[in-house]
């Protein structure tokens, strides 16, 4: 449980860090490329065994390689989502990605969904969708793209339970190591691709707050990883999700002086009894 508490926090603390910083002057790759080398650094440095990284089995540098992949996707996804369904519906949905780990989880690996579970469950997909309602949306949303931030996300995801059930815990740095890899050389081919067409050069400032944005993002895996080694996926997923989404809008009250529309405040109701649901 202190691992997956651990992991809401890093993934919440990531989510108020970028809210703080924006920069439109520069590269939109700026501050992911530097998070994804922080995060590649991160998991190097932290290796007991760092000779061992080398010799990884087949089946963790696969998952490592592939993870990397679609945690770009799904980022990429959230970024097109943005720009043609708004913030609120595409972060709605990149969030209900958790149904397809769910999905893995019982239907794949046989994990058991319990009464309570399924309804802890039920409630924080509601919460989520209600959290995240804009009423003042006008035009109807572009629902492939909704579809494809959904799956790419929910599929990045599931690589944790993945490596949980095909790899070995002690090749774990190893395994962030190559995600955090992964993503880092195809963000930098985007980059160059994007500062040809374009020219945007990468600031010195979104990079540096990229690196520091780079710290949360590891050990939220890293602890998610562990949660996932000691507690259930039924639990796990629907937990960490709506666990970051109370901390975020709790936090954002605090530190940004934000005020909670109505949907906001009736989400968060929801948010506390599908975590005691879930628990149960």
């Known amino acids: 449980m202190k691992d997956l508490v651990l992991a809401i926090l890093s ?10 910083f924006s920069d ?7 501050i992911l490329l530097g998070n994804y080398i922080a995060c590649t650094m991160l998991a190097f440095l932290t290796a007991g065994n760092r000779s061992a990284m080398f010799f990884l089995s087949a089946g963790t540098v696969i998952l490592g390689i592939l993870a990397g992949i679609f945690f770009l996707l799904g980022l990429l996804a959230i970024q097109a989502g943005i720009a043609e369904n708004g913030a609120a519906l595409t972060a709605a949905f990149s969030k209900l990605g958790m149904c397809v780990p769910l999905l893995f989880s019982v239907v794949f690996f046989q994990e058991r969904l319990r009464f309570f579970s399924a309804c802890g469950i039920l409630l924080a997909i509601l919460a989520i969708l209600i959290v995240h309602h804009d009423p003042a949306r006008k035009k109807s949303p572009a629902g492939k793209l909704l579809v494809l931030t959904l799956l790419a996300n929910g599929i ?7 490596f949980e059930v095909f790899a070995s815990p002690a090749e774990e740095n190893g395994y962030l190591f190559l995600v955090f890899l992964t993503a880092a ?8 691709r994007e500062r040809k067409t374009e020219g945007k050069p990468i600031t010195p400032k979104a990079f540096f707050f990229g690196l520091l944005a780079g710290f949360p993002n590891y050990f939220s895996s890293l602890f998610l990883l562990h949660a996932l080694n000691a ?12 666990g970051a989404i109370l901390t975020v809008l709790v936090l954002s009250v605090i530190l940004f002086r934000e005020r909670l529309n109505a949907f906001q405040t009736a989400g968060l109701f929801l948010v506390i009894p599908a975590l005691i649901l879930l628990y149960l």
């Open 11 to 20: 993934s919440s603390a990531l989510t108020l860090f970028l809210r703080a």
């Open 24 to 30: 439109e002057s520069g590269s939109r790759y700026g």
């Open 231 to 242: 507690l259930p996926a039924v639990f796990v997923y629907p937990a960490f999700c709506v």
């Open 185 to 192: 050389f195809l963000t930098f081919l985007l980059f160059l």
């Open 156 to 162: 990045a995801d599931s690589f944790a339970k993945l």
